[in-house]
């Protein structure tokens, strides 16, 4: 897995709300797009050939899995920013506030008591 490009997905398509638009309305087109497009770019002149979603990956972020990115390492606060700018205002008007705040939590509840993917932990897994 590369949860760089996991956490580099989230952050990019959070922060721009045309990227965000596009990822509610048909997610399999935007993660293909930002595969292609954005994903690939270090900065204005440099694209980087090393990082790429795993099929697993792909799914999820298609499927606004959050919880398989989450198990699969996806830092914390950047699932749970880019799904809240989703969800949160078809969530209000149906269960009012905080509503989809506490289903991602309930959802996430296996994890109570368990170690948290860490940094840490990622780096040793990468040596």
Do not use: C
């Not at 309305?25 to 270090?42: D, F, H, K, T, Y």
């Amino acid at each position: 897995m590369s949860k760089y490009y996991v956490n580099k997905f989230l952050f990019t398509v959070d922060r721009d709300p045309e990227l965000l638009r596009r990822y509610k309305e048909n997610p399999r087109a935007l993660v293909e797009s930002w595969e292609q497009s954005i994903g690939p770019r270090l900065n204005d002149a440099e694209l980087s050939t090393v990082n790429f979603l795993t099929d697993a990956e792909r799914e999820a972020l298609i499927n606004h899995d959050y919880v398989a990115l989450f198990e699969m390492g996806a830092h914390f606060f950047l699932s749970l920013t880019i799904f809240i700018a989703i969800y949160d205002e078809d969530y209000m008007a149906k269960s009012g506030p905080l509503s989809f705040q506490r289903e991602f939590a309930e959802k996430l509840q296996h994890w109570t008591g368990k170690d948290y993917p860490s940094v840490a932990l990622w780096q040793a897994a990468a040596r």
